[in-house]
């Protein structure tokens, strides 16, 4: 095997800022080798074994080989690729953030997933940057991909860290999405009244910089926490008006309906929590939004089973189940104990385990347009 050339080895110098592995794209965007073109560099390195193609389930990668001595090319340490490293996932964190509530979320979800070491060692460079604001953009753009691929504890201290840097309080928007993103992050964790800090304050900066879109998710989040609390007309008063703005900005509506849903059907208003729950269903299928799906399938189980429809709750359960571990987006700490309460009701109201078990099992494997259909009708 040759010996990797100079411009070689002052591209492996740079690789190793990446975490793991890396895309094309990204080194392309990323390395950059004086008189060089970076694309056939990295063709050399793979030829000749140094860098190794990876299985992945989204675009090629690579990696470094663990027989290259790292001694004989020391990482470039320089601000230059450092940035550029930053920029880069900077980019694809604010690009995928509208792209997480959409029809192809699961695929930037996994996108997301893959370079998630590359992600935070972007936000550790950030750390040691004099503009507090790409911290917080980072933040404000990871707040899904945090709370929809369940890794809370993470978004927490990042969050943390963003809103109490030197200069991080100065209202702006940055500001306002990661207090957004850190206070349903808490509520996710039960720390209410974290969330109702946090969010309290993103709803008045929010109207300060008279930001509807803004605002109104500020409102919708503090009924989410309203709710966890237990007041439940607290609640649907905060989902109307987030629904008043996104219907007056023309911004999606299905998450305030299903929460106003929710809302009702603790107070007891049935028909009400019904008809916002397959309003909201039938918005979310028509986006292809199947995070949403989910949602709003638990959202009408649960609601079965308290109007002792034991049987549709069962099915409706099941497939929400399935398709949460399709998309890897386990249920939130904070809903375990009512999921829990719910599950028990519908088993206790079948009676049967064998019944219980076989209805499950039948929504888990319905397909996606029958279990919509028994849903809504």
Same mark, same amino acid.
């Given at each position: 095997m040759r010996q990797p050339t100079?411009?070689?080895?002052?591209? $492996?110098? +740079?690789? +190793?800022?990446?975490?793991?592995?890396?895309?094309? !794209?990204? &080194? =392309?965007?990323v390395c950059v080798v004086k008189g060089e073109e970076v694309a056939e560099l990295h063709s050399g390195l793979v030829d000749i074994g140094l860098i190794l193609p990876l299985d992945s389930i989204t675009e090629p990668r690579y990696t470094l080989s663990q027989d290259l001595s790292m001694a004989n090319?020391?990482?470039?340490?320089? @601000?230059?690729?450092?940035?550029?490293?930053?920029?880069?996932?900077?980019? %694809?964190?604010?690009?995928?953030?509208?792209?997480?509530n959409g029809p192809d979320q699961t695929a930037w979800l996994d996108r997301l997933t893959a370079d998630h070491a590359n992600i935070l060692a972007a936000m550790h460079h950030c750390l040691e940057d004099d503009d507090p604001s790409r911290l917080l953009r980072f933040c404000g753009a990871l707040q899904r991909?945090?709370?929809?691929?369940?890794? %809370?504890?993470?978004?927490?201290?990042?969050?943390?860290?963003? =809103?109490?840097?030197?200069?991080?309080d100065k209202p702006s928007v940055e500001r306002v #999405?990661?207090?957004?993103?850190?206070?349903?992050?808490?509520?996710?964790?039960?720390?209410?009244?974290?969330?109702?800090?946090?969010?309290?304050?993103? =709803?008045?900066?929010?109207?300060?910089?008279?930001?509807?879109?803004?605002?109104?998710?500020?409102?919708?989040?503090?009924?989410?926490v309203a709710y966890q609390s237990g007041d439940?007309?607290?609640?649907? @008063?905060?989902?109307? $008006?987030?629904l008043a703005i996104k219907r007056e900005i023309g911004d999606s509506?299905?998450?305030?309906?299903?929460? &106003?849903?929710?809302?009702? !059907?603790?107070?007891g208003d049935f028909k009400a929590a019904q008809q916002y729950q397959?309003?909201?269903?039938? %918005?979310?299928?028509?986006?292809?939004? &199947?995070h949403g799906i989910l949602l709003s399938l638990e959202n009408l189980g649960y609601l079965s089973a308290r109007l002792g429809d034991a049987n549709l709750a069962a099915t409706l359960l099941g497939k929400a189940e399935a398709m949460r571990e399709s998309l890897?987006?386990?249920?939130? /700490?904070?809903?375990? /104990?009512?999921? /829990? @309460? $719910?599950?028990?009701? $519908? *088993?206790?109201?079948?009676?049967?385990?064998?019944?219980?078990? *076989?209805?499950?099992?039948?929504? #888990?494997? &319905?397909?996606?347009?029958?279990?919509? !259909? =028994?849903?809504?009708?």
């Amino acid at each position: 095997m040759r010996q990797p050339t100079l411009p070689e080895g002052l591209l $492996v110098s +740079q690789l +190793q800022i990446f975490a793991i592995s890396w895309t094309l !794209e990204a &080194m =392309l965007h990323v390395c950059v080798v004086k008189g060089e073109e970076v694309a056939e560099l990295h063709s050399g390195l793979v030829d000749i074994g140094l860098i190794l193609p990876l299985d992945s389930i989204t675009e090629p990668r690579y990696t470094l080989s663990q027989d290259l001595s790292m001694a004989n090319f020391p990482a470039d340490t320089r @601000d230059a690729p450092r940035r550029r490293h930053a920029d880069y996932f900077l980019s %694809l964190a604010e690009t995928s953030h509208p792209l997480l509530n959409g029809p192809d979320q699961t695929a930037w979800l996994d996108r997301l997933t893959a370079d998630h070491a590359n992600i935070l060692a972007a936000m550790h460079h950030c750390l040691e940057d004099d503009d507090p604001s790409r911290l917080l953009r980072f933040c404000g753009a990871l707040q899904r991909f945090w709370w929809k691929r369940g890794h %809370l504890e993470e978004g927490k201290t990042c969050c943390n860290l963003a =809103l109490n840097r030197p200069g991080a309080d100065k209202p702006s928007v940055e500001r306002v #999405r990661t207090l957004n993103g850190a206070g349903v992050i808490a509520k996710e964790l039960g720390d209410l009244n974290s969330a109702r800090t946090l969010l309290e304050e993103c =709803l008045a900066i929010s109207q300060k910089l008279a930001d509807p879109r803004l605002t109104a998710s500020a409102y919708n989040n503090l009924g989410n926490v309203a709710y966890q609390s237990g007041d439940f007309q607290r609640a649907l @008063d905060y989902h109307r $008006v987030s629904l008043a703005i996104k219907r007056e900005i023309g911004d999606s509506i299905s998450g305030s309906l299903g929460n &106003m849903g929710i809302a009702a !059907e603790c107070l007891g208003d049935f028909k009400a929590a019904q008809q916002y729950q397959i309003e909201s269903l039938n %918005l979310r299928v028509a986006a292809n939004d &199947m995070h949403g799906i989910l949602l709003s399938l638990e959202n009408l189980g649960y609601l079965s089973a308290r109007l002792g429809d034991a049987n549709l709750a069962a099915t409706l359960l099941g497939k929400a189940e399935a398709m949460r571990e399709s998309l890897g987006s386990p249920l939130p /700490t904070s809903d375990v /104990t009512e999921y /829990t @309460d $719910v599950v028990t009701l $519908v *088993r206790s109201k079948i009676g049967n385990s064998d019944e219980f078990d *076989r209805l499950w099992s039948v929504g #888990r494997e &319905m397909n996606i347009d029958s279990v919509i !259909e =028994l849903a809504t009708n």
